[in-house]
């Protein structure tokens, strides 16, 4: 455990407090991926009140300002997302959320925090940048498909140069911050399989092709995909999370449906997966003359960090937070949509640590007990705001 929590100059005092007391205000007034209209409207009356910005709102609940520098040069990108997620939260502070069965769950209302924090302190030294910069606050990130691929096909970030993102990581300790290159999130799929037999009486199962006997088989049989048919230092997940059959216990079903996730991190080997699936499914069922539909359904890509770009933020964490401040976190197999931005340009993801044992903010993503440790915020506009500042000297 660290003793210090390194603390940038870049960032004033009086910044940081800003910063929390608009990630509070968020945290307390959650809403739901395309349903963020009072989000959107604070975010762009904050944008607003910093000046010097022109602030449109291109899709959706996205908004989207743009800082022009004292002189002309390259376009950066920064990003954060904005939507919370339908949980009911389980935290006693003053800033719990209002809303019953909303939450900010996933630190959003931090991500937002922290580009706002970044837009005021840019906005504040124009004077110093030769080009432009994009903040883009956007909606939707946690429903697919999602509000980033909205925002590229805008065109609003047409001809940008480098696009950065950020996200809190609360089994990463505060004051640490990771920007690898490469894969570090995984495409996020879904698949939904109806196994087709033929139903009967309980008491007479070889008149009857059982599709829950055949789903058991399925379900055991997918496992090898990602045990004998994957290379071990290549990460995959095949997660079956739903079985449904049968309405009476002395009555075999017609039907089964099974339904889960996979996670890759590339598309190659997206595309293996799927099909090894499809295969196994296939055999299994006709093996016990059963039938099957099998629905894939395709979701965010691999989120793939560019060697450029990455290095160009691991220069940001170093110079305002310190070396020892970098670290390098593993792939994570959580899906993200920003990686819809990487075809418009080089982009990179970095993590921002939040977790703290003794604030308690080291509950996983997604839990009714998530928070953050509010320090963290500082560190994410420093790097978010260095990084534009050195990418447009």
Not at 4 to 12: A, D, E, H
């Given at each position: 455990?660290?003793?210090?929590?390194?603390?940038?100059?870049?960032?004033?005092?009086?910044?940081?407090?800003?910063?929390?007391?608009?990630?509070?205000?968020?945290h307390?007034?959650?809403?739901?991926?395309?349903?963020?209209?009072?989000?959107?409207?604070?975010?762009?009356?904050?944008?607003?009140?910093?000046g010097?910005?022109?602030i449109?709102?291109?899709?959706?609940?996205a908004?989207?300002?743009?800082?022009?520098?004292?002189?002309?040069?390259?376009?950066?990108?920064?990003?954060?997302?904005?939507?919370?997620?339908?949980?009911?939260?389980?935290?006693?502070?003053?800033?719990?959320?209002?809303r019953?069965?909303?939450?900010?769950?996933?630190?959003?209302?931090?991500?937002?925090?922290?580009?706002?924090?970044?837009?005021?302190l840019?906005?504040?030294?124009?004077?110093?940048?030769?080009?432009?910069?994009?903040?883009v606050?956007?909606?939707?990130?946690?429903?697919?498909p999602?509000?980033?691929?909205?925002?590229?096909?805008?065109g609003?970030?047409?001809?940008?140069?480098?696009?950065?993102?950020?996200?809190?990581?609360?089994?990463?300790?505060?004051?640490?911050?990771?920007?690898?290159?490469?894969?570090?999130?995984?495409?996020?799929?879904?698949?939904?399989?109806?196994?087709?037999?033929?139903?009967?009486?309980?008491?007479?199962?070889?008149?009857?092709?059982?599709?829950?006997?055949?789903?058991?088989?399925?379900?055991?049989?997918?496992?090898?995909?990602?045990?004998?048919?994957?290379d071990?230092?290549?990460?995959?997940?095949?997660?079956?999370?739903?079985?449904?059959?049968?309405?009476?216990?002395?009555?075999?079903?017609?039907?089964?449906?099974?339904?889960?996730?996979?996670?890759?991190?590339?598309?190659?080997?997206?595309?293996?997966?799927?099909?090894?699936?499809?295969?196994?499914?296939?055999?299994?069922?006709?093996?016990?003359?059963?039938?099957y539909?099998?629905?894939?359904?395709?979701?965010?890509?691999?989120?793939?960090n560019?060697?450029?770009?990455?290095?160009?933020?691991?220069?940001?964490?170093?110079?305002e937070?310190?070396?020892?401040?970098?670290?390098e976190?593993?792939?994570?197999?959580?899906?993200?949509?920003?990686?819809?931005?990487?075809?418009?340009?080089?982009?990179?993801?970095?993590?921002v640590?939040?977790?703290?044992?003794?604030?308690?903010?080291?509950?996983?993503?997604?839990?009714?007990?998530?928070?953050?440790?509010?320090?963290?915020?500082?560190?994410?506009?420093?790097?978010?705001?260095?990084?534009?500042?050195?990418?447009?000297?």
């Amino acid at each position: 455990m660290s003793t210090t929590i390194p603390r940038s100059n870049l960032v004033s005092d009086d910044l940081e407090a800003r910063a929390i007391a608009w990630r509070r205000h968020l945290h307390a007034n959650p809403e739901l991926s395309f349903e963020e209209y009072e989000t959107s409207a604070f975010v762009e009356e904050t944008l607003q009140s910093f000046g010097g910005l022109e602030i449109e709102r291109p899709v959706g609940n996205a908004v989207v300002a743009r800082l022009r520098g004292s002189r002309p040069g390259k376009t950066v990108a920064l990003r954060a997302d904005i939507d919370a997620l339908p949980i009911v939260e389980e935290n006693d502070v003053p800033y719990a959320s209002t809303r019953p069965g909303v939450m900010h769950a996933c630190g959003h209302d931090g991500h937002t925090a922290m580009l706002l924090g970044a837009a005021q302190l840019l906005v504040e030294r124009r004077e110093e940048l030769a080009g432009e910069i994009v903040f883009v606050f956007q909606h939707a990130e946690e429903l697919p498909p999602g509000g980033a691929r909205g925002v590229v096909d805008s065109g609003v970030l047409a001809g940008i140069d480098m696009i950065a993102g950020v996200h809190l990581l609360s089994n990463l300790e505060t004051g640490h911050v990771s920007a690898v290159p490469g894969s570090v999130m995984a495409a996020a799929d879904l698949f939904t399989l109806d196994i087709l037999g033929s139903g009967g009486h309980g008491a007479f199962p070889h008149e009857c092709i059982d599709p829950i006997a055949v789903a058991a088989q399925v379900i055991t049989n997918l496992q090898q995909v990602v045990s004998r048919e994957t290379d071990p230092f290549d990460s995959v997940v095949i997660s079956v999370t739903t079985l449904e059959a049968g309405t009476a216990r002395n009555v075999i079903p017609g039907s089964a449906r099974i339904g889960g996730t996979v996670r890759t991190l590339s598309l190659a080997r997206r595309e293996e997966v799927r099909d090894a699936m499809e295969r196994v499914i296939a055999g299994v069922t006709s093996a016990h003359r059963a039938t099957y539909r099998f629905d894939y359904e395709v979701g965010y890509d691999p989120v793939v960090n560019d060697r450029d770009a990455s290095a160009a933020l691991q220069r940001a964490v170093v110079a305002e937070l310190g070396e020892e401040a970098l670290v390098e976190v593993q792939p994570v197999m959580g899906g993200e949509d920003f990686s819809a931005y990487g075809a418009l340009a080089p982009a990179v993801f970095f993590w921002v640590g939040s977790a703290n044992e003794a604030l308690g903010t080291t509950f996983p993503h997604h839990h009714p007990r998530f928070d953050i440790d509010e320090a963290a915020l500082r560190h994410g506009i420093a790097v978010f705001a260095r990084t534009a500042l050195d990418a447009l000297a």
